[in-house]
């Protein structure tokens, strides 16, 4: 991860380092000019009672001197690995989100939103979260090494104190690590069943409520923030426990090096300059070297980072373009499409959804598909648009399988409406638009069409308005008539409607069946349907049970040759025609 | 039903002028009882972890004066042998207590914010705003997750940097002042300019990391709109136009991001730089000092030790600096919850509570009004006029009207959703806001339209009508409304789990599982806004006949636009703007030719047999 980090980063990389490098030199150069000012400076001045003034100003000038260089360094090696983070950050975010788009939707459907945010945000941020103190962690390594050489150049008792000091803190840190790691995941762990809860619970605040279980949902609540509370405490005693000693370790490294020096210093082999160099030496590098056990510590989060994202990247597009040979085909805004599915088999996880289903919609005419609840009618429609393909057999636009057009063939022919009305935090405008050059006039159209231009006038901005989170908000009907204009405008040569008019009132439905019967759009039209009137519409009827195609034909002989059929379409005429037994 | 206009009090609190830091802190630390107790000792536990950090300062300063400078001029090794073991065990006990410091503020602090999540995850429950605004629920969950885990990261980590590196400058600034007060001066004077560069640093910082957390929300938002959206993202091949969006949003991340770094790095530097001119100031003054006799060799070698002292506060003051901000922006935003009260107030505990009384339900209206309070100039919109209504006991009504005729706000009324802005509901007889929630929720429930599961199985979620119902149970409940055929379908039959909110199943599905839930809860009253939407004709007629039979000798409020429910009902309230318009059976009201024989008609010419 680190190399493919600095493969994709080498400039910031290189400026970070050199600072680190160059931070590393002046700070064992601080240390240095410390003991040399003792020795050269202080020492003499405070036994002859003199000094003169070039060495006080040299003396002035080199720390004055070391420390500019030491500013230099530390921007140099902080900026450098910063923007290196920074765009790393910025690249994978891009990566990820973009990926998503080319995964499936089988993909998406098992995955919660919450976990797909977290790979394009927190996942990023842990996986390159060692590349800022990376630098770092080089420069104290060179630290560490010229100390070494430094220590044995000058005397074996000093080097001994710091050659048992240096091993006693690695060890630290690795039994540290060791030490959090179970916790530190637990952590993470319950820290999204904790979300999960929140999430799913103030999801369903209305049954919630409705059913009085707000206390149980609090204690399901408690039970498991209790349960990530204690994995916290217990993983912040082990951090009490080790921080300290990581704090005291260097602190008893600058005793030893007092004691062993004050001996050295009376058998004539060291100077008191010598022992203040290495003193301070050591305080110095207490900082670094625990920054050093930070990183170590974060390293498991941020492979368990890495390793979501490279999951999320490796995941490979099903509906790939198949050589996309035909691409062009789409471009062609003639008349109505003709769809057809051949043998189509559908698998959701284990379900079998769909099997053997096969019909055919001849251009410009209007099929509904009708059936059961859980039939398997919205699963027929989003493979229309190859929001999946099918795990048998084909489905076929203008009698080209849908597997070898390219990217946005289809889309450039056939639109859907939704049975949930997705919008987007954006102006109505641009939510029907979707960033094409149409028209005002155009708009403006395709709302009275869906029987939205009454009520998008009477908004505030009219098309201006901003609806979602920051704006205004529309009722579930009103949704779906802006959901269908965004269809309607597209005059798309195939199009389907799931439902879509599930929550408008039966006078507005009306209306807009009426004008999309008058409208004489260029399209075939496949409709998901249970009322009469939407069935009405259509020239044939697909009618599906458990998964198939049962019966086809037009709604008069479905009516007479087909008895399940019939029971569902004159339910409510029955209803009415019969009531009740017993009143 | 309008969302923006239902005031979502928290965030209208979220955009107030917020408080100050400091009354932030000091309301939060308040509300947060386990956070204060046995805080003493671990201050003074932290003060004397503080001192550990001068010990080698000071062990240098008596090495060297005492123990090389002894008059005979030769080292004294038994004194520094001495001077190091007590120094070493002062090093020692300092751990010790940095040990408890440390261990029983995240014991204290974990403690507490844990109450704190629950506390403010149960107030949310109570706010009634939650099934106004649907979109806005992302934004709460973060206040019991992400803002309680900022103030934990602060306060058991920033928050004790802070202290102890304050502890840190104050205690070396004493050594200080007892080794050489003129020196101090002069190290003061050195910094003085840094004090107020500081402050110039902090202002630009802090505004600039206000802007990092802004575009950050900015980019979860627009990334989470990519995720919810895929399916029409990808149906209409707008991936391009939406990573554009996306690219555009992270840049623009990118850029806030960059721009702290430079301003904390140079804030950083400065700390630097700062030291360097106080450290070259104290070996030139000092050293005159000291041939002066004023000071002697191994205090000025100690405050060269000293002075690095202050480096390591301003620069952790630089990192730590964000955390607080996102602390008390955190801690803000969790007071906000906290303060906003709820409108529908449980009487569970109020002395002029009631239970409903006992027998079949009959409700009261009087003078019962609604309105959305009014938003910026515009006048509160009136959704339900003075309504005075009287439904009597065992009566199952249907309320039709089109969308916006009140007819969703009648229901919430009477299931106290929401309290009227004047007038008073009755429930045989007692006033509706008084009565406990654990009696209201019992004998009162509602199904309503979105047939919201929780990621379980449908055992599970039918169990939440009843909690502890056996599974056959709950496999009877779909035999009576008519749905066995249904279940026998189903891969792991009441055991099958139906995914997050329930999307394993199909929208209609779920609304025979959230029917199911409300029916083996067995109210006395039961309130369907739309229950069966999505579901096919004939399930529906199934399941009606089933209700009828089995709400007989309950009442029941059935809101409908399919008037297929409506036909059956015993009677049928025809809202329109706001007012029952009509009222009476099916027969009556075809007869009278009005509202509702106009929807009727329209609702039959959409279903009649052609």
């Known amino acids: ?583 | 039903m309008s969302a923006a206009t239902a005031a979502t009090g928290v965030e209208e609190l979220d955009r107030r002028q917020p408080d100050g830091a400091w009354t932030t802190l000091v309301r939060g630390l308040r509300l947060t009882p386990e956070f204060r107790e046995g805080l003493w000792v671990t201050l003074l536990l932290a003060a004397v972890a503080t001192v550990g950090r001068v010990v080698v300062p000071v062990a240098v300063q008596q090495v060297i004066d005492r123990g090389l400078r002894t008059g005979t001029g030769e080292p004294d090794v038994t004194l520094v042998i001495v001077l190091v073991t007590v120094s070493a065990v002062v090093v020692g006990l300092t751990a010790v207590a940095g040990y408890f410091m440390n261990y029983r503020l995240s014991r204290a602090t974990e403690t507490a914010l844990s109450a704190l999540r629950v506390r403010a995850f149960r107030h949310i429950h109570d706010l009634s705003m939650l099934h106004h605004a649907g979109e806005h629920r992302g934004a709460l969950v973060s206040r019991v997750t992400s803002d309680v885990d900022t103030i934990s990261q602060f306060m058991q980590w920033g928050g004790v940097v802070l202290l102890v590196n304050l502890g840190q400058l104050l205690i070396a600034t004493a050594v200080m002042l007892i080794y050489s007060p003129p020196l101090v001066l002069l190290v003061i004077l050195s910094f003085a300019p840094l004090i107020f560069l500081l402050r110039w640093f902090q202002r630009h910082l802090s505004a600039a990391y206000s802007a990092v957390r802004e575009r950050v929300a900015e980019l979860l938002t627009a990334i989470a709109e990519s995720i919810v959206g895929a399916e029409v993202i990808r149906a209409y091949h707008i991936e391009e136009r939406t990573s554009r969006r996306l690219d555009d949003a992270v840049d623009r991340e990118y850029r806030a991001q960059r721009k702290a770094a430079v301003l904390s790095t140079s804030m950083f530097t400065s700390a630097e730089l700062f030291s360097g001119l106080a450290m070259a100031g104290v070996v030139v003054v000092g050293v005159l000092l000291g041939v002066d006799g004023q000071i002697t060799e191994g205090r000025l070698v100690a405050f060269l030790f000293l002075v690095t002292m202050f480096i390591s506060p301003i620069q952790i003051a630089t990192e730590v600096l964000n955390e607080v901000q996102t602390a008390i922006a955190g801690w803000r935003r969790i007071l906000n919850v906290l303060d906003t009260e709820p409108d529908v107030v449980d009487p569970a505990t109020g002395s002029n509570a009631v239970e409903i009384p006992p027998g079949p339900i009959g409700l009261q209206f009087e003078g019962v009004t609604f309105a959305y309070p009014a938003r910026d100039d515009e006048d509160p919109v009136v959704v339900l006029h003075p309504l005075d209504l009287t439904i009597a006991p065992q009566t199952r009504v249907a309320v039709v009207g089109e969308t916006g005729s009140g007819k969703t706000t009648f229901a919430k009324l009477v299931t106290r959703l929401m309290d009227p802005i004047a007038g008073t509901i009755r429930i045989n007889g007692a006033p509706l806001d008084r009565v406990r929630f654990a009696s209201l929720r019992r004998r009162v429930v509602m199904v309503p339209q979105d047939g919201f599961l929780f990621d379980a199985s449908i055992h599970t979620n039918v169990a939440q009508g009843r909690p502890g119902i056996s599974a056959e149970s709950v496999r009877l409940a779909f035999v009576e409304l008519g749905l066995a055929d249904w279940l026998e379908g189903l891969p792991h039959d009441i055991e099958t789990r139906v995914g997050e909110r329930g999307e394993a199943l199909s929208v209609g599905e779920r609304q025979l599982v959230a029917l199911a839930r409300a029916y083996v809860a067995s109210p006395d009253l039961l309130v369907l806004d739309e229950a069966t939407s999505a579901v096919d004709p004939a399930t529906e007629v199934r399941i009606q006949r089933a209700l009828d039979g089995l709400t007989r000798g309950r009442t029941s409020i059935a809101i409908a636009h399919r008037l297929s429910t409506a036909e059956a009902a015993d009677e049928i309230l025809v809202f329109d703007r706001g007012r029952i318009v009509e009222r009476g059976t099916h027969a009556q009201l075809l007869n009278r030719d009005g509202t509702y024989a106009r929807l009727h008609a329209s609702w039959v010419a959409g279903t009649a047999v052609l």
Request: one cysteine or more.
């Open chain 1, 1 to 583: 991860m680190l190399g493919k980090a600095i493969k994709t980063e080498p400039r910031p990389f290189a400026v970070a380092l050199c600072g680190a490098l160059l931070y590393a030199a002046t700070t064992v150069g601080s240390a240095v000019v410390f003991g040399r000012i003792t020795d050269l400076v202080i020492v003499p001045a405070f036994r002859t009672g003199r000094v003169g003034a070039g060495t006080l100003a040299a003396a002035a000038a080199a720390v004055l001197g070391v420390s500019m260089l030491t500013a230099v360094a530390i921007v140099a090696r902080r900026l450098g690995a910063w923007v290196m983070q920074l765009r790393l950050h910025a690249t994978y975010r891009r990566r990820i989100t973009r990926h998503y788009h080319r995964l499936p939707m089988s993909w998406h459907r098992n995955r919660s939103t919450g976990s797909l945010l977290s790979n394009a945000t927190a996942d990023v941020d842990a996986a390159f979260w060692p590349i800022a103190p990376l630098p770092l962690s080089c420069g104290v390594l060179v630290m560490l090494t010229v100390t070494a050489v430094m220590l044995v150049m000058t005397d074996w008792a000093l080097t001994l104190v710091g050659f048992s000091v240096g091993p006693a803190i690695a060890l630290l840190n690795w039994r540290y690590n060791r030490a959090v790691v179970e916790p530190a995941t637990l952590i993470q762990e319950r820290r999204a069943q904790v979300s999960g809860i929140a999430h799913e619970s103030f999801d369903g605040a209305l049954v919630v409520k409705t059913l009085g279980r707000e206390s149980a949902e609090t204690q399901r609540f408690e039970q498991h923030s209790e349960r990530l509370r204690d994995e916290l405490i217990r993983y912040g005693r082990i951090r009490a426990i080790f921080d300290p000693i990581m704090e005291a370790v260097p602190n008893l490294g600058v005793l030893g090096v007092l004691a062993a020096g004050v001996w050295r210093i009376q058998t004539g082999m060291l100077s008191e300059g010598d022992v203040v160099q290495f003193a301070y030496l050591f305080t110095l590098l207490a900082f670094p070297i625990r920054a050093i056990g930070w990183v170590l510590s974060d390293m498991p989060r941020s492979v368990v980072g890495w390793e979501r994202l490279q999951k999320v990247l490796r995941a490979q597009p099903d509906t790939t373009d198949h050589g996309g040979r035909i691409g062009r085909f789409g471009d062609v805004r003639g008349g109505p499409a003709e769809t057809d599915l051949i043998d189509v088999a559908f698998r959701y996880e284990s379900d079998q959804v769909l099997h053997g289903v096969s019909f055919r919609a001849p251009p410009g005419r209007t099929i509904a598909l009708v059936g059961p609840t859980g039939s398997g009618k919205s699963t027929i429609a989003t493979l229309l648009v190859r929001l999946a393909d099918p795990a048998e057999g084909a489905v076929r636009l203008d009698g080209h399988d849908l597997r070898l057009l390219t990217r946005g063939a289809v889309s450039r022919s056939a639109a859907i409406v939704f049975q949930h009305s997705f919008l987007f935090d954006d102006t109505i405008r641009e939510n029907i638009t979707l960033g094409e050059p149409y028209s005002d006039e155009d708009v403006w159209q395709a709302c009275e069409l869906a029987q939205a231009a009454g009520f998008v006038r009477a908004l505030g901005s009219g098309l201006d308005t901003v609806i979602g989170e920051r704006g205004t908000s529309l009722s579930g009907g009103q949704r779906q008539r802006i959901a269908l204009a965004r269809a309607l405008i597209r005059r798309p040569r195939l199009l389907i409607l799931d439902d879509a008019t599930s929550s408008v009132d039966t006078a507005v439905e009306a209306a807009i069946l009426r004008g999309l019967k008058q409208a004489d759009l260029p399209s075939t039209i496949v409709i998901v349907a249970y009322r009469q009137a939407t069935i009405a519409l259509a020239d044939e009827i697909v009618f599906i049970e458990a998964g198939t195609v049962t019966a086809t034909g037009s709604h008069d002989e479905l009516m007479t040759r087909v008895p399940a059929y019939q029971r569902l379409v004159t339910a409510y005429a029955d209803a009415r025609s019969a009531p009740p037994e017993s009143r």
